[in-house]
């Protein structure tokens, strides 16, 4: 199955030589277990589309974003990677834009917030699974969420490395560290209340949802008795969220995703260039051929539900 006007992609990456010189300056314990990041151009950015069988692709800077210790610094090179990237995409309208934020720095977040949306015109934002190691659901960051939940621009939630990690399982961050602190960051999102609060928020989790197919049940029925003051939904909190559907996913993972929520709350990405890729057309293909998904799933992960979220992207043909 494919559909006439192609695939959409709402999880890669792009690159920019201002990021690339900061993380390879940067300690170690910010560079994921990894020894280098991939090569990135527009011309590869473009090889990897056509590797996914996708048309349109949204970019978001890659972990762990632009935090590297130092508070002005991420401010400065927040600004530089939402200018390269918005001039990337003028450039090649086949790929849209995420802003990125100078996170933990609130008040500065605010302010690249407005300028990513009023000046830049950007297509949705990233944001990291824990900011300098505090939760995204922590108080001091409600301004922030009140703020991307009022512009109402798509949020991907990509995952970094636990704060301060060296790599403790001597492995890449994105074999198992990422999908674990992506699963604490939604988990806390939940039962702060965070996500319950800002109703028109529209928050992506990466990776298929991470460990959170796994653990819905154990946190509906334990979270209401020993969480103090929790009252939420936990069941509507998860079906209120996308769920990106990047690496390989099928058969396990999916079938567990699908038992928490339908597939209309599903959307393709293929997380290039960090994921080899000789194998992103078949992780694709796979997603075709399942026998999970109905045809009118296929069509609704291959590109509808990414266009409700990103029209001005669904319009590239």
């Known amino acids: 199955m494919t559909t006439e006007a192609g695939w959409i992609d709402v999880h890669a990456h ?13 300690p170690p314990r910010f560079r994921d277990g990894m020894r280098g990041l991939p090569p990135w151009s527009i011309v590869s950015a473009r090889e990897s ?3 996914a069988g996708a048309a349109a692709a949204v970019l ?11 508070r002005p610094a991420a401010i400065r090179l927040a600004r530089q990677v939402n200018e390269a990237g918005a001039e990337i995409v003028r450039d090649a309208p086949e790929f849209g834009l995420y802003g990125c934020l100078p996170l933990p720095d609130v008040p500065a977040t605010l302010t690249e917030v407005a300028y990513c949306v009023d000046e830049l015109a950007v297509d949705g934002f990233i944001v990291f699974s824990n900011w300098a190691g505090h939760s995204p659901g922590d108080p001091q960051f409600l301004p922030v969420w009140e703020e991307l939940d009022r512009r109402g621009r798509p949020v991907l ?3 970094c490395s636990p704060c301060e990690s060296e790599g403790s399982l001597g492995v890449p961050g994105v074999v198992a560290e990422f ?3 992506t699963t604490r960051a939604i988990v806390d999102l939940i039962l702060s209340g965070a996500l319950d609060k800002f109703r028109n928020l529209r928050l992506i989790v990466s990776h298929a949802g991470a460990a959170l197919p ?3 049940d154990r946190m509906i029925a334990l979270a209401p008795a020993l969480v103090a003051g929790f009252d939420g939904d936990i069941q509507r909190d998860l079906e209120k969220l996308y769920y990106d559907l990047a690496g390989p996913v099928v058969p396990r993972q999916l079938r567990a995703l699908l038992d928490m929520v339908s597939a209309d709350r599903l959307v393709y990405a293929s997380d290039a260039p960090f994921m080899p890729p000789h194998l992103l057309g078949g992780w694709r293909k796979a997603l075709e051929s399942t026998e999970l998904f ?13 266009a409700s979220l990103f029209p001005r992207v669904a319009g590239v043909r």
């Open 60 to 70: 978001g800077v890659p972990s762990p974003g632009v935090w590297f210790g130092d």
């Open 49 to 51: 589309l056509a590797k």
């Open 214 to 216: 796994v653990l819905a």
């Open 179 to 181: 999908p674990l602190d």
């Open 157 to 159: 939630m990509h995952p």
């Open 14 to 26: 792009f690159v920019p030589d201002v990021f690339r010189a900061t993380w390879t300056a940067a």
């Open 294 to 306: 109905t045809d009118s799933d296929r069509v609704a992960i291959a590109r509808e539900t990414a």
